[in-house]
C-alpha cells in the first residue's frame, strides 16, 4: 500500500542564498547578535517597506512589545485591538502592564471594523494595533484618520502580511511603527525572528536600546533603563536577507496560487465565501483563509477531520480574543469575529503547493460540500 502524501498547511521555500549565507556565519564564528547580515537584512527589510529604519528581533511578539514599549505604553494605559488576531498582539499589550479593548472585524477584509474604534476610545486610550490578518491589509486611512484625531498611536501588526499593499503602499510603512514575524510559517522565515520597521528616528534608537538589555551606546555594561535580550541572530538574519532577495517570486507563487483556489473554488460559492481582496489592496495571501456560510450544514471542526484523513492538513481561523481566559469579557459582544472564528478554515497555502495539489483540496472540499451531509438549508 503506498503512503498517503500529506499536503502541509504551511512549508518554507529555501531556493537561494540561504545555506551559502548560513555557511559564512558558521565559517567566520559570528553567529550570536554581531555580523554582517544583521544591519544587512535590517537595512534592506525596511527598503522594502518603503520606511527609514529596521530593529530586527527573536520573533514577531518581541517585535510587537518592543514597540508598544518603545511607544511608552504602560501600566492603565489602554490600546485597542481587533478581537480576532493571533495571541501574541493581545499579549504584548499586557507584557506592558496594559490593557488591550477589544474591536469587532469587518467581514471582507477580516481585520478591524474601523467603525467600532471610535466607541473603544477612552480616557486612557494610547494607540491602535492594526493587524493585516492573514496577508489582507486593514483600512489603514480610516485607522489613521480615528487615530490623528483622537492623538492616538497606530502600530501595524504585519506579521502575516509581508509585501502586503494599501493603495498602493506598502505596509509597514502606514502606520508610526510596524512588526513582522519571521517564524517558518511566514511568507519569509528566519526560523524565529520578528522586525519593528519605522521612520522614526528616535523610536529606532529606543527600540535598539531596549532589544539589547538597555544598554547605553557606547559605554559598555551600563544600563541606564531596564531592557531585554530580544536580539536576533546573524545566523537569522543570513537567512533573512537571502529570503528578501526572493519576495518578489514567492509572492508571484501566491497570488498564482490564490487565482487557482478561486477559480477551482467558484462553483462553490454558494457553501463558502472565499477571501475577498479590495479594490485598494494587494493581499499578500500569506493564508487563504476560506468562510463555510452559516446556510451549509456542515460542521466546521467535522470538516476539516475529513480533509486531514484526505491528507489535507488545515487550521481553524484563530479564537478571537475575548473568548480567551485572560482575556474573557462576559457580555462582550463581537458578532463578526465570532462568525470568522467558528466558521474559518484555513486550507494550505505555501511555495511547494503545487497546481494539482489545489485541484485535490478543491475537489474535496467540494465533494463534501454538495454530497456529504451538506445540502443547505432550504
Ligand atoms: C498577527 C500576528 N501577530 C504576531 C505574531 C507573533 O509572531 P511570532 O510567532 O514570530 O512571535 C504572529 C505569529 O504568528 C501573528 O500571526
Known sequence: MTEQKTIAVAHPVFGGNEKKYVLECLESGWVSSIGRFIPLFEENFARYCEVQYGVSCNNGTSALHLALAGLGVGPGDEVIVPTLTYVATANAVRYCGAEPVFVDSEQRTMALDVNQIERCITKRSVGIIAVHL???????????????????????????????????????????????????????????????VTSDKRLSDRLRLLRGQGMEPGRRYWFPSIGYNYRMTNIAAALGLAQLEQIDQFLENRFRLASLYRAQLASLEDFVILPSEEPWARHAFWSYAIILRTSLRLDRDDLMRRLEADGIETRPVFYPMHVLPPYRQPGSHHPVADLLSSRGIVLPMHGLLSDDDICHIAERLAHYCKYADAAPVA
Request: aromatic share 10%; net charge negative.
Open 134 to 196: 492573514y496577508g489582507h491589509p486593514a483600512d489603514m486611512d480610516a485607522v489613521m484618520e480615528v487615530a490623528r484625531k483622537h492623538d492616538l498611536f497606530v502600530v501595524e501588526d504585519a506579521a502575516e502580511a509581508h509585501g502586503a499593499l494599501y493603495r498602493g503602499r506598502k505596509v509597514g510603512s502606514l502606520g508610526d511603527a510596524a512588526t513582522f514575524s519571521f517564524y517558518g510559517n511566514k511568507i519569509l522565515t528566519t526560523g524565529e525572528g520578528g522586525m519593528v
